[in-house]
């Protein structure tokens, strides 16, 4: 990971470069409006009022006027402005969203802004912007290889539609022409590893307009890798002492007002039923907690009992904006892998831990080398709006959590108000293996909802004390992660986890026989098989074999049947080799039952 420095050295190198942007398209089109260029965590953007539109075709004539800013070396001045100052001299260069910038200032009671201006080897001013600052010295220090115009987009000043539309000018930009390659390269790939592309081309997923938006349907292929995913976390749960439970879809309003979701989470949730005859409302579930929680209150608990680990792999449902919905990644039906571990403080750090070795377990069979744990913590600022007021909480919680953390030995990093309402919250974002990052999963610490609904176990001296409540998902949903997956392996899934893991190409009809006593052994072992006849040349099926991303295609000609054995064609790596049936079965039994990353025949 990048150091701090170097973060910031990337920060001002983007900032200016965002400066040099906009200098070039005010010597292109004099007449532009500009606003705001923040950099981003790929480059920088800046948003600009033309009086005639642009177009791809002008990036070229952008770039090149923004190579030679950059080569003549400019350095940057700062003055700093009262308020009425800054105004006058906006005014006076007609930036009419400027001026409003700074009017804004002024109603939040700032008295002084600072403009930054380029001067020339000779001190002529080239270009001024109102900025706060946190820029390289010499414009010379960017490199002038290391950013691309990529896009143009449509964006309303200030996030407003009814204000103007404005077009934002996207750019990539890093350390060297190299960094720069490497990106672009990944998108590239990206784009091939789409997982809405993919998913429809290997029979994955699907979305009905009948059904709605938002809302995937897995298909029979698509569910076998859901199941396959299922099912090592019931036995990696069951390993660590949980106990699966089973929970209905909808709730009464009551319950989700006990919970606080009903106060904190109402607009992620879907509208609320009316059902005959009943005087309560009934919400969709958008968390499986408060399910849970009633099933912990079902008894009397003592602190023998804990710590108890309630998992389930819980159906909920969430009200996004149809504008953010997003293939398998943003949707409004989502499978959770999740389970709420009860435990006393005392019990907290060892079941933290746990938590955090079975994300380490998962990341290694998965093959996800790179991670890192983003721990969100409060604001005090909003206690008692977004988070519940209890300062003192927050603060022993937030402290028992970053110590576990330091003892799991995992990367992480702290993050500012993004904890969530009850508690402090861990993010665990993972890197793809074309190097693209993703949020799959958290784990969230809740010291206030158990005491609030009511939960209680009786302590060793007798007396009833609330629990401790861990939410944690390593696995994410099941769209979410599986849309990861198709990403990651390119929809060459290991086999374990492929949905057909072997197909059978009989050379010819003569060998259709033999293709089917095959079919039938491998079946017995439980391997997902599919025979593939001779209707077709072997080239072609083979062909459609590989399309199908299939790991294993089995050529079954007379030299095979002869010797009871299969030419088995690894399809990533195109080798052939011959190997007794019984061999192959073994091998292949074997890679599943470990959940082997590369097939081992032909690898
Ligand atoms: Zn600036
Ligand atoms: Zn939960």
Wanted: proline share 4%; hydrophobic share 35%; aromatic share 10%.
């Amino acid at each position: 990971m990048n150091n701090i420095s170097a973060a910031s050295d990337l920060y001002n190198m983007r900032h200016s470069l965002a400066h040099v942007l906009a200098q070039a398209v005010l010597k292109l089109w004099p007449d532009t409006q500009i606003t705001i260029g923040p950099p981003v965590d790929t480059g920088c953007y800046y948003d600009f009022l033309f009086s005639t539109p642009i177009s791809d075709a002008d990036f070229k004539a952008i770039e090149k006027e923004m190579r030679s800013i950059i080569n003549k070396g400019q350095t940057f001045a700062v003055d700093t402005l009262s308020i009425e100052e800054a105004l006058k001299f906006w005014k006076g260069k007609r930036q009419k969203f400027k001026v409003e910038l700074i009017e804004d200032l002024q109603k939040k009671g700032e008295i002084e802004v600072t403009n930054y201006r380029n001067l020339d080897a000779e001190g002529n001013e080239m270009f001024v912007d109102l900025c706060k600052g946190g820029h390289v010295e010499n414009l010379k220090e960017i490199p002038a290889d290391g950013f691309k115009i990529m896009s143009l987009a449509g964006a309303y000043w200030r996030g407003d539609e009814k204000r103007e539309q404005l077009t934002r000018v996207y750019i990539a930009a890093f350390p060297s022409k190299q960094e720069l390659q490497d990106y672009l390269t990944m998108l590239e790939e990206a784009k091939k590893r789409d997982h809405r592309k993919l998913g429809k081309e290997l029979d994955l997923f699907t979305f009905s307009d009948m059904v709605g938006p938002g809302l995937p349907l897995w298909t029979a292929k698509g569910t076998v890798i859901v199941d396959e995913v299922e099912r090592l976390a019931r036995e990696t749960e069951q390993e660590g002492g949980y106990l699966r439970v089973r929970t209905p879809h909808i709730a009464k309003g009551k319950l989700y007002e006990q919970t606080g979701h009903l106060a904190h989470y109402k607009e992620s949730m879907f509208p609320p039923m009316q059902l005959d005859g009943e005087a309560e409302e009934y919400y969709l579930k958008p968390m499986n907690c408060p399910h849970h929680h009633q099933i912990f209150a079902s008894q009397p608990r003592s602190y023998r009992d804990l710590p108890m680990r309630l998992a389930e792999y819980g159906h909920c449902y969430r009200y996004e904006d149809s504008g953010a919905l997003f293939g398998l990644m943003r949707v409004r039906s989502l499978c959770m892998n999740d389970a709420h571990l009860y435990c006393t403080e005392d019990q907290f750090e060892e079941e933290f831990i746990a938590v955090a070795n079975m994300y380490l377990k998962y990341f290694e069979l998965f093959g996800i080398e790179k991670y890192v744990m983003r721990l969100s913590l409060h604001d005090p600022a909003e206690l008692g709006k977004k988070y519940v007021n209890q300062p003192e909480l927050w603060l022993k919680t937030e402290e028992m959590v970053r110590s576990a953390m330091k003892k799991t030995g995992c990367a992480y990093v702290e993050v500012e108000n993004e904890a969530a309402f009850y508690g402090p919250k861990i993010d665990v974002q993972v890197w793809s293996a074309i190097g693209r990052e993703f949020t799959l999963a958290t784990n969230q610490v809740d010291f206030d909802v158990p005491g609030k609904v009511g939960l209680s176990y009786t302590t060793a001296d007798g007396s009833e004390k609330a629990p401790l409540c861990i939410h944690r998902a390593p696995l994410g949903t099941h769209e979410r992660f599986v849309g990861f997956l198709i990403e990651h392996f390119a929809g060459h899934f290991p086999l374990w986890l492929s949905p057909v893991q072997v197909a059978l190409l009989p050379v010819a009809d003569a060998h259709g026989d033999y293709a089917q006593t095959v079919d039938k052994a491998l079946k017995e072992k439980g391997i997902r098989t599919q025979l593939m006849n001779a209707s077709d040349s072997l080239g072609k099926r083979i062909r459609e074999g590989e399309k199908s991303k299939i790991p294993y295609l089995l050529v079954l000609g007379d030299k095979e049947k002869d010797a009871t054995a299969v030419t088995v064609r690894n399809i990533i790596s195109k080798e052939q080799v011959e190997v007794s049936l019984e061999e192959f079965m073994e091998k292949t039994v074997a890679d599943i039952t470990r959940r082997s990353l590369q097939p081992s025949i032909g690898s």
